[in-house]
């Protein structure tokens, strides 16, 4: 028989709960708009009620849009923290999920969940290491590490890393509140909107900027590179649809490494070593999964 659980893909704009047993198997799905915590918070609990009976679910996994206090000896343990999103700030999640639903509850980051989902279900080759970028309406950096998502103080925030930026090329200021144009502010689908007055999707694909952008890209996957030294580099996102971005990053980050890390991954391989992702727009979702799973091996 198969085992189910509970997944939540908690996002600034939609909450998405699924039941599944692994991302093959779905049985059920109900999705609806990020509103207040009260009303969104008390539509995921009333779907699991009735999916706990009919599925006998195990545990449930949420990915989160963050900050979050992902610390067991906090007291806001499993709380949405300093979000800018307006009415959300300080949200418990975990402990509302546990007392209502009486499941053990897997709680991370978005993108520390989707970087599980792709090293358990995107890695045909094994890789032990991978950070997962989405660059979206943010940008967020998951790692994983050993099947481990990377926790420190509080959690990797590798969208707001600091990138360097030549004003004559690209004079706009950036997007993120508040550093202006860290890697969010500057690659961000907004930002992109901000600097053109339309979406980023109705730019041709020739457009230069998409050079400009790829250059920001490759400096974060050098960061990344040689800080975490990561087996694999995924890259997600609605951004990344335009797909003549990871050539240009690929050639971008071999230039700046300029021969440093002499790796055949990167040497000979760099176009499998940063690549989408193998679960295409499904890594967050599955992510969820994955975090639910993961208590199971605790
Ligand atoms: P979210 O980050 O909200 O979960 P997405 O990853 O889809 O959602 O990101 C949405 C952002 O991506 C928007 O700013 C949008 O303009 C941009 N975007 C979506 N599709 C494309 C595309 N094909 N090309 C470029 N940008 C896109
Ligand atoms: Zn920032």
Redesign the pocket.
Known sequence: MMKYYGAIEA???KFVCSVAADPENYVSEIRFPTTTPEETLTRTVEFFREQKEKYHLSAIGVSCFGPLDLDKKSPTYGYITTTPKVGWGFTEVVGVLERELDLPVGFDT?VNGAALAEYKWGNPKGVNSLVYY?????VGAGVVIGGVPVHGLVHPEGGHILVRQDKEQDPYDGFCTYHGNCLEGLC???S??ARFGK???E?PEDHPIWKIIAGYLAQACVSQICQISPEKIVL???????KQLFPLIHQEVLRLLNNYVKHPMILEHIDEYITPPALG?RS?ACGAIALAQALDSQ
């Open positions: 996002g600034g704009t978005d989405t660059i979206g309406t943010g961000c689908g907004p992109i909107q979406p980023a999707q730019l997600g996102g609605g951004v990344m649809e335009q727009n967050g």
